[in-house]
């Protein structure tokens, strides 16, 4: 068996030394860091790079030619690590952001959907009418928990809005029964139709249906087959 030459042995020495602490082969400084090599601290800091390809400039082009991280790149372990568990952490940031835009949207609907609008309230008094107290009587006692809120329209009017937020108040405060159901005020629009609108146009829809009628060929057809 041949004995290891020096420069063979210091080579290989080298490449232990890198894959111990990072490609630096024969280096036991960081320039880049302030931390020694191969410490807790250190790695620390190295694991703090993004993985995947940097981007580089070869030949007056840009490679690759989307735009990637120009920072070093990740030690050996830490690029084991990021193929490993790849999609990983990417896919979690994606999924975070879909999360936040459903929840968004599931928020700005049951917000609607625990409005008490124009039309739960009497024009002249100002107090509930009966939709809006079953209306309300719906938000503090079905709507869950973690959405339970009410919310009502505002009126551009500081002291009609006053009158109906003490009303709502007052209501809301002989329904909880001790539990505390957060009541303010919305700037909105109505989207909806009060039930009596709707009640009148199924009214009229069911009204303009005519009757039922056989057609000549219908009843000939019918006529020519009976035996």
């Known amino acids: 068996m041949r004995k290891l030459t020096l420069p063979f042995a210091l ?16 280096q036991h400084t960081d320039p880049t860091s302030c931390h020694e090599p191969g410490s807790d601290e250190w790695w620390a800091e190295k694991a703090l ?39 990983l952490p990417y896919v979690c940031q994606d999924r975070a952001a879909v999360y936040s835009m459903m929840e968004m949207q599931t ?17 002249i008094t100002n107090q509930l009418t009966r939709a809006g107290e079953l209306h309300l009587d719906r938000i503090v006692r079905v709507i869950p928990p973690e959405r339970r809120a009410v919310y009502v329209q505002s009126t551009l ?14 209501a809301v405060a002989s329904r909880s029964s001790g539990n505390c159901v957060p009541v303010s ?23 303009s249906i005519p009757s039922p009628r056989l057609s000549s060929a219908g009843s ?4 020519s087959s009976t035996p």
Request: include cysteine.
């Open 107 to 123: 928020a700005l609907g049951w917000q609607e959907e625990t409005t008490l609008y124009e039309r739960h309230f009497d024009p």
């Open 157 to 170: 009017d500081p002291v009609l809005d006053d009158v109906r937020m003490e009303t709502v108040n007052a």
């Open 11 to 26: 080579l290989i020495a080298g490449a232990i030394q890198g894959c111990a602490t990072g490609p630096h082969f024969f």
């Open 185 to 207: 005020l919305r700037d909105c629009q109505e989207l909806s139709r009060a039930a009596s609108e709707v009640k009148a146009i199924n009214e009229m829809y069911n009204s």
């Open 49 to 87: 790079r993004l993985p995947g390809e940097r981007q580089r400039c070869h030949k007056g082009k840009i490679w690759p030619a989307r735009p990637r991280s120009p920072e070093p790149e990740q030690q050996l372990k830490h690029i084991y690590h990021s193929e490993h568990y790849w999609p």
């Open 220 to 223: 000939s057809g019918a006529s």
